[in-house]
């Protein structure tokens, strides 16, 4: 059992056998209500391996079996989100409970547990053979009610959770994106798609750009009752186009969706079935898209902002005469580059992107009106942490044709809100100053120090974070001593969440 805290009526997740149900899951969402449950399986059975694993805001129970040969696998029994349990503080151990006013024994064999500390979305060391992990390329499309979610095991199924809608002349969504260019062919299997609306749609998406009113190619499956459909936005701000003939109604099914040049196809193919028995579905459509690189992934909607909707499946991938934008393909580079996860905050004039080479080398991209004020405006390449910690990195050359005040280099930011809180060091646009900048609470004017004077343009610059004290530092590119230099300003900041 997972637990808020020891009182009778706290929140908590619980995974259990019972006396002749099988292996079951409860929850207890909030303080004083009342406790849900999730369902049963393994009828009549009288011991078992479970596990219980809490990742973020998700926890999910396994059966394991192990076949007597020590090596267990394990099954996933049933997931739910659980932000009442907060990542602070809470109980984790064995629960025992007999029915009404008897007492009972329980015997428990080999009994467990593992404290991990690892950066999401990255994997953590796990006893399970196919640990889950959040996507770092997974986003919110336009203004969702609910935020979604990606998750994904080492062995290749993944479940998206998403809120919104794909349809009219706008969508809002949450994307499992990868940015590429070329000829290329994207396919997974479905394995379930749950949900209550109707007209909620999830599958294949191939996008130009992350706006919410893009082009884009997509295969989606539909409500329950309902059938896949291939969607269409064939110019930016238009209405969405469909066609679901033939109509297919299988709740588990192969997608794949294919690009030659501007000309975008569907196909569909049966579970069981050869593997080159794919079948056309909806119609050949012609887009023009607006960059030379575009978007691939998983995109789940619920139809609506107060619910949300979950694909889960296997096997995403991308194949065929592509490769990751911006480098040549195929290439002669000995580093070709690759789109790494990043995004726009605020309101910024024109789309920011970030690259890495083959070698390591990082370019970023951004424009905005400023990291100053109450509210901020400028692209981040970002990657959610907890706990202490530092970041540091080398700037070989920061170049702007625009203000002064142009700023590049690191951070340390609570969300990604344009007023949250944050702990930076930048540097300005040639012939200015190295800056520590900091926003000590959300929404409040920002902070500013560059003391002592450092107008170098290539340097090292890091950020330490010990609980909530913050510091920045730098050291010069081949200077002969190897020691940080303090600079800017020690800040205490209360994050909102560790």
Known sequence: ??????????????????????????????????????????????????????????????????????????????????????????????????????????????????????????????????????????IDIGSVGIAGSVMKTSAGNFKATGSGNIWGRSDYFHYDHHPVHGDLSIEMLVDSFE??????????????????????????????????????????NCYTG??????????????????????????YRKVGSDEDAWAKIGETKVIDFSNDYFYVGIAVSADTNGKTATISGSGFTITGDMYYFPSAAPSISAAPSAYITSQDIGNVGKAGSATKSGDGQVTVRGSGYDIWGSNDAFHFVKRPASGDLSIEMLVEDFASPGH???????????????????????????????????????????QHNSSPDVRDRKLWLRITKIDNVFQAYFRREGDSDPDWIKFGATATINFSSP
């Open 1 to 138: 059992m997972f637990r808020a805290g020891l009182e009778p009526d706290s929140p908590h997740v619980r995974i259990y056998l019972t006396g002749g149900e099988g292996i079951c899951m409860q929850y207890r969402p909030e303080t004083g209500t009342y406790s849900h449950h999730m369902g049963c399986k393994y009828s009549g059975a009288k011991a078992a391996w479970l596990k219980l694993e809490k990742r973020m805001d998700f926890i999910t129970g396994y059966v394991g079996t192990d076949g007597g040969s020590g090596n267990i696998s394990w099954t996933e029994l049933y997931s739910t989100e659980a932000a009442y349990i907060e990542d602070s503080q809470y109980n984790a151990d064995l629960a025992v409970c007999p029915s009404y006013h008897y007492q009972m024994e329980a015997i428990f064999e080999d009994y467990d547990y593992s404290v991990e500390s690892y950066f999401f979305p990255s994997a953590a060391p796990s006893i399970s053979s196919a640990p889950s992990a959040f996507s770092d390329e997974s």
């Open 242 to 267: 469909w066609n679901d003939q033939p109509r297919i109604y299988d709740r588990s099914v192969y997608m794949k969706i294919t690009k030659t040049g501007n000309t975008f196809e569907a196909f």
């Open 404 to 446: 002064d005040w142009a700023k590049g280099g690191i951070m340390i930011r609570d969300t990604l809100n344009t007023n949250s809180m944050h702990y930076s060091m930048l540097l300005t646009k040639s012939g200015n100053v190295l800056a520590n900048q900091w926003r000590p609470c959300t929404n409040c004017g920002s």
């Open 195 to 236: 949900g209550d609306q109707y007209w909620r749609k999830a599958g294949l998406m191939i996008r130009d750009t992350l706006e919410p009113n893009a082009k884009h190619y997509s295969l989606f499956m539909m409500g329950d009752g309902n059938r896949m459909g291939q969607f269409f936005r064939s110019c930016v």
